[in-house]
C-alpha cells in the first residue's frame, strides 16, 4: 500500500537559498539520487521513497519547511522521513 508522510517546523532564516543547497548536498550525502532543487522544493529518491522538502513563506524571515515522503513501504517510508527531518534539521546557519 502507497504511504505519505509528513512533517512540519518553522524555520527562520535570512538565507533560504543557502539552507536549499545545504539541503541538496545533505540528500546526495544520506544516498539520494535524482536531487534537484525547484522554487519551492528540494528533492530526491532513494529505496523507492520520494521526499521533498518544501519552504512556505509565512512572513519576514521565516519559513514553515515541509518535509515529505511517499513510498509503497509504510515502515521504510516512515523511517526515511525520519531521517530526512534530523539531517534537515542539523542545518543551521548564523545569519
Given at each position: 500500500?502507497?504511504?505519505?508522510?509528513?512533517?512540519?517546523h518553522r524555520r527562520d532564516t535570512?538565507?533560504?537559498g543557502q539552507v536549499k543547497a545545504a539541503i541538496e548536498r545533505a540528500l546526495s550525502e544520506i544516498g539520494?539520487?535524482?536531487?534537484?532543487r525547484g522554487d519551492l522544493e528540494v528533492f530526491g529518491v532513494r529505496g523507492g521513497v520520494v521526499?521533498?522538502?518544501?519552504?512556505?513563506?509565512i512572513g519576514g524571515r521565516?519559513?514553515?519547511e515541509v518535509?515529505?515522503?511517499s513510498g509503497d513501504s509504510g515502515d521504510v517510508t516512515k523511517n526515511t522521513r525520519d531521517e530526512v527531518v534530523n539531517k534537515v534539521r542539523?542545518?543551521?546557519f548564523i545569519d
Open positions: 500500500m502507497a504511504s505519505l508522510f509528513w512533517n512540519s535570512d538565507e533560504i539520494f539520487s535524482e536531487v534537484g521526499v521533498s522538502i518544501a519552504h512556505f513563506p521565516s519559513f514553515f518535509v515529505m515522503a542539523s542545518i543551521q
